[in-house]
């Protein structure tokens, strides 16, 4: 749909969606593109929507209105729990690229190559980065992008193949900011960094138009999402108040949950202490990679939601995301990325804290597929249990033949 107007999540200053815009000019707030939804209201039903596309592009009133820089994003299944009732496994492994990354990147490139950008930038905990890889190859448009050397295999090798011009830092996503920061005006870099661009979260935000759909429009109780930067969360919460606007869901709405990593828990931090903002977090460790932000950006709306919600903030050990990878493989048949395991642990630990009851219907979100992470797994398992992989599953080698 045509857009009205970016609005500053901050000041609330309207600006106008004609140019390419990073954040708010006065105060560096978040934006967030506003249509005119009043309009669409009774012309927009939910039953338009069958048979259509099966990609986050099925949404097309509800987001910009330009032709799709696709690969097929969206529209993951949402699995119901063989293991507890009423819980679903909501699978963004079976994304382009192998995580949820790609519903953003697919909005933000559209909207690059709508511009007539021609070089984006950002910096990437590894998943981000081979999304925007991806998409800009898919665009013709060139994408830099600055890493921790650390990152996955799958991530710096990813970015090779896309084409992209990949930096590894000794450092973490914080520092990779500052990188971008520092260079993308002379390079003449367009900025795509997490919520400093409107689209990203228009791409992320279809997660919550899906949950509602595969739920026959009806939320459920609680959304348990792996929290880095917070765009899943935060697009997800627009979604819902632009399905209610649409008239589509009422007024009710799920407790939304953050989960972290014990070794980098800001927001967790920030909940438990009642604060409105988080602290950057220092000393930033854990496996589960796309979690290891040490300040989001948009902290300040990710708390907004965890309060309005009446959700909560967990923070769940590298041991403990480890052994829930394994026990949802083993019992799911979904090999996890450790971001997306964590929900598992976050989950388990609410329906023993009395916060979920067992008649709760409960969305765990899988945020990326296990088979980016097989090195970073297998070095959590070889810290964990020094006996080698092998000795456990597996029967061992046979042969030569
Ligand atoms: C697999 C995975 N899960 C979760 C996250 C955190 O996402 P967000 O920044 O939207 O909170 C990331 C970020 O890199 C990720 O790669
Ligand atoms: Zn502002």
């Known amino acids: 749909m045509r857009i009205s107007f970016l609005e500053c999540t901050r000041c609330g200053e309207h600006l106008s969606a004609d140019r390419a815009l990073n954040v708010c000019p006065k105060d560096g707030g978040v934006l967030f593109v506003r ?18 596309v099966a990609s986050m592009w099925r949404y097309s009133e509800v987001l910009p209105d330009a032709s799709p820089v696709t690969l097929g994003e969206g529209f993951t299944p949402m699995l119901p729990s063989r293991e507890f009732a009423g819980v679903f496994i909501k699978d963004e492994g079976l994304n382009p690229t192998g995580s ?20 984006l930038a950002a910096p990437s905990a590894g998943n981000a980065g081979g999304a925007l890889a991806a998409y800009a190859a898919a665009a013709g448009i060139e994408a830099h992008i600055f890493m921790p050397k650390d990152v996955p295999l799958a991530n ?55 949950v509602a759909e595969q739920l026959g429009w009806k939320l459920p109780q609680g959304i348990i999402y792996p929290t880095g930067g917070g765009v899943g969360m935060i697009g997800m919460w627009k979604a819902f108040d632009e399905m209610e606007e649409l008239g589509w869901i009422g007024a009710e709405r799920p407790k939304m949950i953050t989960v972290q990593a014990a070794g980098c828990a800001p927001i967790v931090k920030a909940w438990d202490a009642g604060k409105s903002v988080s602290e950057m977090w220092t000393g930033a460790e854990t496996f589960a990679a796309g979690l290891r932000v040490p300040k989001a950006y948009g902290d300040y709306l990710i708390l907004d939601i965890l309060k309005k919600s009446q959700g909560t903030a967990v923070a769940a050990t590298d041991e403990e995301i480890l052994a829930a990878t394994r026990h949802w493989a083993s019992v799911e048949g ?22 979920f009851r067992a008649e709760d219907t409960v969305v765990l979100f899988n945020t990326g597929s296990a088979y980016k992470y097989l090195d970073v797994i297998e070095a959590a398992e070889k810290k964990a249990r020094p006996e080698p992989v092998a000795a456990r599953n597996i029967g061992g080698i046979i042969g030569p033949y």
Request: glycine fraction near 10%; charged fraction near 30%; charge should be positive.
């Open 334 to 355: 979904v090999f996890a990325a450790p971001e997306g395991a964590a929900s598992l642990v976050a989950y388990e630990k609410l329906r023993a804290s009395g916060f």
């Open 35 to 52: 249509y005119d939804l009043a309009k669409l209201k009774g012309k927009l039903r939910r039953e338009d929507l069958a048979g259509r």
């Open 156 to 210: 710096r090798m990813e970015c090779d193949y896309y084409g992209a011009h990949l930096t590894l830092v000794d450092g973490l996503i914080s520092d990779c900011g500052r990188m971008v920061a520092e260079r993308k005006d002379k390079e003449g870099w367009f900025d795509v960094s997490t919520l400093k661009e409107p689209f990203r979260v228009e791409g992320k935000k279809t997660m919550g138009y899906e």
């Open 100 to 119: 949820f990354k790609a519903r953003g990147m697919s909005a933000a490139v559209t909207m690059a190559k709508h511009y007539g950008l021609t070089k």
